[in-house]
């Protein structure tokens, strides 16, 4: 977080802007916020303008209710006296400044940038456990990794932190090159390249060129790390001067060996180049959280971790809500992957669901995968014909449109039901569960599928 003696000055210099009231001595003692219903007295308030807000109706409001400092585009309402209130043509580059500046004087920092279509949070937040053993590590709160979430997250940074993980997203072309910029980061992960966003690209072979720009952009002392079975593998390595550390389950610089499932986690052998194997206990099930933990495992290695440590840290990580965390409630098992889903992220949860030793029905809930557009029928047909392949006993599809009906018609063969919302879902499904039976809860953030499962399983809220 920027550090108490931070002031209004400072703020000038970040943005270029125009003191239009009050004094540059103003002190900034408890970070900056864009939200101005959650204003810490001494704070910078930053007026974000977008389509359906705009911060700068609110500043006022930001500044009566403590902020010292507040950034706008238009100054709105009547200030206090003792507020300094600084003005900038855009706000949203004025904040991206600020972050700048404060990213300046973090170094030396190491940074880890995390990208990918699938895998960002979880591979974060296992890197995180395991980089705390080495002292200060910070990462990404949840997954803040846009235009506006990235500068946050360097903002939230302690001086002195030795290492960051920052997550870094996009939806569209472009998106990736100011954010790597921004964290400048030694250590490039790059998760996955699938079909997620694939509405605003061309094709899978242009989300791929998007997700190297990381790897374009590392220094030649740093080094990239990907999965060693992904199809852009070469145009990966291709794309950096930086140190190239592919990983998989039976290729890679470091690998899974052995890899064993159970419904308490996963168990294999850590292999990394010139060690001895070692054995790791993930305590998350699923191949795909396994391919995750090796990522996680490689950046943590590269940064001077020996495989004991290594595994030894992951057998404590702990997910962010909502990332294929296993329940047990009322007799049953619950996968909470409610947060969000794209094609790559859906197949690699019903495999996990159907590869669980249960002793009841495997059920999965799921609802419609955004931003897909054109090949959004296509993909919802193809993961409800994994269902079938994958023999789920009940899948239930929820959401309304030709999404759900083409996901319902490729699951042909298997007991199938419908409901238009998670409310309708939960009392849909209220009836038809029992003990032993094992539920997958999946959808993109915006259907909303934690409702039904919070319905469903109160003791889980």
């Given amino acids: 977080m920027i550090p108490p003696e ?52 609110y500043a006022a409001r930001a500044a009566a209710e403590g902020a010292s400092v507040v950034v706008v585009s238009r100054m709105e309402g009547v200030f206090p006296s003792d507020c300094a209130v600084i003005e900038v043509p855009d706000t949203l580059a004025a904040l991206q400044g600020i972050a700048d500046w404060w990213r300046n004087r973090l170094d030396p920092i190491r940074v880890i940038g995390v990208t990918g279509s699938s895998g960002k949070t979880s591979t974060k937040d296992m890197l995180r456990s395991v980089l705390q053993r080495r002292g200060r590590a910070s990462a990404t709160q949840g997954n803040l990794n846009n235009h506006i979430g990235v500068p946050l997250s360097i903002l939230s940074t302690p001086r002195g932190t030795q290492t960051a993980i920052w997550e870094i997203g996009m939806n569209h072309p472009g998106e990736l090159s100011p954010l790597c910029r921004l964290i400048r980061p030694c250590v490039g992960v790059i998760t996955s390249i699938g079909s997620a966003h694939i509405e605003f690209f061309r094709s899978r072979r242009a989300i791929a060129e998007e997700k190297c720009t990381i790897a374009r952009m590392l220094p030649a002392h740093g080094c990239v790390i990907y999965p060693a079975d992904c199809e852009f593998a070469d145009l990966i390595a291709s794309s950096t001067v930086a140190e190239c550390v592919p990983v998989g389950m039976s290729e890679g610089r470091v690998r899974a060996e052995h890899l064993r499932m159970s419904l308490g986690g996963c168990s294999y052998d850590l292999a990394i180049e010139g060690h001895k194997p070692c054995p790791v206990f993930l305590p998350v099930p699923g191949v795909h959280m396994a391919a995750d933990s090796l990522l996680a495992a490689a950046a943590a290695w590269k940064l001077g971790l020996s495989p004991e440590e290594i595994a030894e840290s992951l057998r404590y990580v702990e997910l962010t809500s909502g990332r294929l965390r296993v329940l047990e409630s009322g007799g049953m098992t619950v996968i909470d992957d409610s947060y969000n889903a794209n094609p790559e992220s859906m197949r690699a949860s019903l495999s996990t669901l159907a590869s669980l030793p249960v002793a009841g029905r495997r059920i999965a809930v799921l609802g ?57 879902a939960a009392e849909l499904l209220r009836t038809r569960l029992h003990a032993g039976d094992a539920l997958l809860f999946k959808a993109s953030h915006a259907v909303g599928i934690s409702r039904c499962m919070h319905l469903l399983f109160p003791s889980l809220s």
């Fill in 6 to 57: 931070a002031s209004a000055g400072d703020i000038l210099e970040a943005t270029g802007g125009i003191l239009r009231q009050g004094s540059a001595a103003n002190g900034v003692s408890s970070g900056v916020s864009t939200d101005s219903r959650r204003i810490i007295p001494g704070c910078c308030f930053v007026a974000l303008k977008g389509e359906r807000f705009d911060g700068n109706a």
């Fill in 368 to 424: 419609q995968m955004g931003e897909l557009g054109e090949a959004a029928r296509e993909a919802h047909f193809s993961i409800g014909a994994q269902a079938a392949f994958l023999k789920i006993d009940l899948l239930c599809v929820v959401g309304e449109g030709p999404e759900s009906a083409a996901m319902l018609r490729g699951a042909r063969g298997i007991d199938t039901a419908y409901a238009s919302d998670p409310e309708a």
